[in-house]
């Protein structure tokens, strides 16, 4: 199951269920961690060719979940998962323009 689509599992059921549900959180706050890894890995000037997405606001989630979960707040987190399709997109559009020498990171 790649990232994404463990956040899409495990709030396919709405933000309320998701607020209730300790494990989904934890699964989707760790999913995400690994996404903002993923976005870390990715050059920088090939992240500008998509300005729709925040990148800086994903790295920086991404170390808030990590280093300072005690600052989490799971509304954030949903606000997050609202915005996972177009963040799915854009990844997945970087990671495919990847040159081919380019070790793969599997989302």
Same mark, same amino acid.
């Given at each position: 199951m790649t990232e994404f689509a463990a956040v899409e599992r495990f709030t396919a059921n709405g933000k309320a269920a998701f607020l209730a549900d300790d *494990? #989904?959180?934890y699964a989707v706050m760790l999913a995400y961690a690994r996404i903002g890894e993923i976005v870390k890995r990715i050059p920088n000037e090939m992240l500008a060719t998509q300005p729709q997405i925040e990148w800086n606001n994903?790295?920086?989630? *991404? #170390?808030?979940? @990590?280093h300072r979960y005690f600052d +989490?707040?799971?509304e954030r987190v949903w606000e997050a998962v609202e915005k996972l399709p177009d @963040? *799915?997109?854009? +990844?997945?559009t970087l990671l495919a323009s990847l040159p081919p020498e380019t070790p793969q990171v599997e989302t």
């Open positions: *494990r #989904d959180q994903i790295k920086g989630f *991404r #170390d808030v979940l @990590l +989490v707040s799971m @963040l *799915r997109a854009a +990844v997945e």
